[in-house]
């Protein structure tokens, strides 16, 4: 792994205390806090202000943009993005969250890193043309085998209350073997590239998750594109990430 992306690791384990601190206070709030949105904005503001002010001391001229902070423009060249990604399971106790952190140098993704604060463990690292590594499997992540055939296809989505998401959605169902909504894009985008999910699509997600995505999901061999398949995904605001063999027929299906 490129240095960026040792250094992107390691601040991301140290923000696993705050992580933690955090998290397992939670039980101890009413239902009024439950319920205070600001409350849990300042929980992200936290953990996402930790990430920036550590990484700001290794990179001071750095740019920084992240999900609850104002972006901090510095350098042309290297801009860092951080994200946390899952918010609402964490705001609900559930540990299926995590945050994101990835770096682009001239234009050009360079390192992304998901990290998991409550197991405390790198869920996947990337650094351009040197691929994946998983820590909780200590080797690097290779694609495997698929027949394209969606009808053997589990998938991954998130899904509002829009018309035309249910529309897909309800398409997927009957197309698909299984379909889920476990509400962590960058965890969700991980399942998929270890194999364990053939395919995760929405019709929204967050810019600064998506950096880190989009790095580990092409250096481990999966496509990633809009519904209407170009690779310009920030800019159509939807997005599939599939093995090659599955992609045109999810694609397809996707069309309403």
């Known amino acids: 792994m490129s240095s960026f992306t040792q250094v ?59 999900n609850y902070h104002s972006g901090l423009v510095n350098s042309q060249r290297f801009s860092w993005f951080i994200g946390v990604s899952g918010a609402e399971n964490f705001r609900i106790g559930s540990p ?40 909780d499997e200590e080797q690097r992540v290779r694609i495997g085998k698929s027949d394209g055939k969606i009808e053997n296809a589990s998938v991954l989505t998130a899904v509002t209350a829009k018309e035309d998401e249910i529309t897909r ?12 909504i476990l509400g962590d894009f960058a965890k969700d985008s991980a399942l ?39 690779e310009d995904v920030e800019s159509s605001g939807n997005i599939v990430i599939a093995h090659p063999k599955l992609m045109k027929e999810l694609l397809r299906t996707l069309q309403i």
């Open 8 to 66: 992107a690791k390691q601040v991301a384990i140290e923000s696993g205390r705050t992580i933690r601190s955090i998290y397992y206070r939670l039980d101890r709030l009413s239902p009024e806090q439950r319920a205070d949105d600001d409350l849990f904005v300042q929980f992200y503001e936290k953990i996402e202000g930790e990430l920036i002010e550590n990484l700001l001391k290794l990179y001071p001229d750095h740019s920084f943009y992240a």
């Open 96 to 135: 299926h969250f995590s945050i994101t952190i990835a770096l682009e140098m001239d234009g050009e993704l360079q390192s992304a890193v998901i990290y998991d604060g409550v197991a405390d463990k790198i869920v996947a690292e990337a650094s351009k043309g040197l691929g994946v590594l998983s820590e």
């Open 169 to 180: 959605f309800t398409k997927m169902i009957r197309a698909t073997k299984v379909q889920r």
């Open 192 to 230: 998929v590239i270890k194999g364990q999910y053939s395919a995760y699509y929405a019709a929204g997600f967050d810019v600064c998750t998506l950096k880190a995505v989009q790095l580990i999901a092409k250096e481990a061999g999966f496509l990633v594109t809009d519904y209407r398949g170009s």
